[in-house]
């Protein structure tokens, strides 16, 4: 199972990008994807999840400014809007296919706001 993620790079505060994360050996429709990002010197945390039924729940930090999204064909999405400084960090796409026991990470993309 490989996780691939995309769409990372330097963006201006006010800006946008569109991540995506593409699942390799999964069968991705069966599974709850999620962002998590992680920036220096903090704890990781939930950016963002979309349920195989479609169902999304997002950070209070990302409420609005976010929309996560999936494609029966295999991709995830993730598109950042009117991004901001304390948006800087390495964000990763998980996968959690029904049985708990398994789970599953791509390796990060960095997004880094600054002017």
């Known amino acids: 199972v490989q996780l691939v993620e995309s769409g990372g790079g330097l963006v201006q505060p006010g800006g946008s990008l569109r991540l995506t994360c593409v699942a390799h050996g999964l069968m991705f429709t069966t599974c709850t994807m999620a962002w998590f990002r992680q920036a220096p010197g903090k704890q990781r945390e939930l950016v963002a999840t979309?349920?195989?039924?479609?169902?999304t729940n997002y950070a209070d930090s990302m409420k609005g400014r976010s929309t996560i999204s999936r494609d029966n064909r295999g991709p995830t999405y993730l598109q950042m809007n009117n991004l901001e400084a304390g948006d800087t960090a390495v964000y990763c796409c998980?996968?959690?296919?029904?049985?708990?026991?398994?789970?599953?990470w791509g390796q990060g993309v960095q997004v880094t706001v600054s002017s």
């Open positions: 979309i349920h195989p039924n479609r169902t």
């Open positions: 998980n996968a959690q296919p029904p049985d708990p026991a398994y789970t599953y």
